[in-house]
Nanobody, 122 residues
């Protein structure tokens, strides 16, 4: 089992920066793709970014050039550097650990953190 705990959220003005941290315990993250998702009030959870086991990064278009996902397997930790924040980035941010399904070929995120609140003011 994998336990994930996010931290680093907070209140920031538009244009500011935050770095989110996802710390894992129970198992090492080296064999997992790690993703960040977010959920705004009244909306469904949205994919933000993923870093695969080989280091390949995928970003949703709305955060490209502003957000950077990274991982440190030795520390069993994943980060999300968020720059040039916009009010539209306001959401609860969740990290998740996933693996590619042998059946579907898609990532299945089986382990989730509790979330950390990011609020960007105008």
């Amino acid at each position: 089992q994998v336990q994930l705990v996010e931290s680093g959220g907070g209140l920031v003005q538009a244009g500011g920066s935050l770095r989110l941290t996802c710390a894992a315990s129970g198992r090492t993250l080296s064999s997992y793709a790690m993703g960040w998702f977010r959920q705004a009030p009244g909306e469904e959870r949205e994919f933000v970014t993923t870093i695969t086991t080989s280091g390949r990064r995928i970003y949703v278009d709305s955060v490209k050039g502003r957000f950077t996902i990274s991982r440190d397997n030795a520390k069993n930790t994943v980060y999300l550097q968020m720059n040039s924040l916009k009010p539209g980035d306001t959401a609860i941010y969740y990290c998740a650990a996933g693996q590619i399904s042998a059946m579907s070929g898609e990532y299945e995120y089986d382990y989730w953190g509790q979330g950390t609140q990011v609020t960007v003011s105008s």
